[in-house]
């Protein structure tokens, strides 16, 4: 897992942000854009204003700013991925993922909200790691189900795709990378055993947990609006009938399937419409944390107070410890906050 941003130790994190790749994509290089040294992600969401008076369109959640943003990859192989021992891989790599949230998020920040922007197949691969932690006897794992505020999946192959509309032209892509087997493509196809199992079992886990209930939807998910032109021939990698779920919010993304996830600037219309939906399910705006060492101060007085009685210093007060007055013992011990 990398962290792209992290507050500083005087803000409190507010919520985690996960992004997680597709098919042959990398942790930076799906969210890089042409010509950036670094992804969108690092160098834009960190940089976020929220205007106060826009929360219609921006929601009314924390800033941006005091969310951690970090990256999740994996091996996007696609022989490897979605060979002969396609589920299996799919749910190895769910519960990889599982361990990495769970390592991340010790301690208090097990419980911060968390969402999750995933793209192509890493939409497959964050339902598969849901519905592992919506059976799993792992508190941890269950954890990471609990606390998930919302998913925005980007060009998600939901219902797969004809033979001959993904599984034949994106072989033809693959090739461009490395020579492989027309079998490689199957778990993509429409009539997929290991899709549909999942997208099924998903569909359930939503109504047995009520996450389907939620306001703002937990879901939103995000089409391609333009094909890509591979090999002399022109086709959409993920129909907007695949990136789809019923019921659940959907929007059109200016891009292809590769430069859907990719944005220059904030005023990207991709970039507008993914970051509103992160802005939506972020946590409702808190007192804002106070600087470091004006909580150092206030904590000092605060001790001082308490070792006090009657205008005399108690014998014994110190920080950290205990001191007995005539109503009792007061406990002197404070709280730490980690930030991970």
Not at 14 to 37: C, P
Request: with cysteine.
């Amino acid at each position: 897992m990398t962290i792209w941003h992290k507050p500083s130790k005087d803000v409190k994190i507010t919520a985690d942000i996960v992004f997680i790749h597709g098919l042959t994509g990398g942790r930076d290089s799906t969210w890089t854009a042409k010509g950036a040294e670094e992804p969108w992600p690092k160098l834009l969401l960190s940089d976020e204003n929220d205007d106060e008076d826009d929360e219609d369109e921006k929601g009314p959640g924390c800033a941006l700013k005091t969310a951690r943003i970090m990256s999740w990859g994996y091996d996007a192989d696609i022989v490897k991925l979605v060979g002969a021992a396609g589920q299996n891989r799919v749910m190895d790599h769910a519960r990889n993922l599982l361990g990495a949230l769970e390592d991340v998020r010790e301690g208090s920040a097990a419980n911060r909200p968390l969402i999750f922007i995933a793209h192509s197949l890493g939409g497959l691969v964050v339902k598969a790691a849901l519905l592992r932690a919506f059976s799993s006897p792992e508190p941890g794992f269950k954890k990471t189900l609990e606390c998930t505020r919302g998913i925005a999946f980007l060009g998600t192959p939901h219902y797969g795709s004809d033979k001959a509309d993904l599984a034949h032209l994106l072989l033809n892509w693959v090739n461009l990378i490395r020579p492989t087997d027309r079998d490689i493509v199957r778990v993509l196809e429409r009539d997929s055993e290991v899709n549909t199992n999942i997208r099924d079992e998903f569909y359930e886990m939503l109504r047995a947990t009520n996450l389907d209930h939620k306001e703002p939807s937990v879901l939103v998910c995000f089409y391609e609006e333009k094909p890509m032109s591979v090999a002399g021939k022109t086709f959409f990698v993920v129909t907007k009938d695949s990136a789809k779920l019923g019921g659940y919010k959907q929007r059109g993304i200016s891009g292809d399937h590769s430069s859907m996830t990719k944005y220059a600037s904030q005023n990207d219309p991709g970039y507008k419409s993914v970051v509103a939906a992160i802005k939506r399910w972020m946590p409702t705006k808190d007192v804002p944390v106070k600087p470091s060492a004006m909580v150092a101060a206030e904590a000092a007085e605060r001790r001082k107070a308490d070792a006090t009685y009657g205008g005399v210093v108690q014998k014994g007060a110190s920080v950290g410890g205990s001191i007995n007055t005539r109503g009792g013992s007061v406990s002197m011990n404070t709280t730490s906050h980690t930030h991970f």
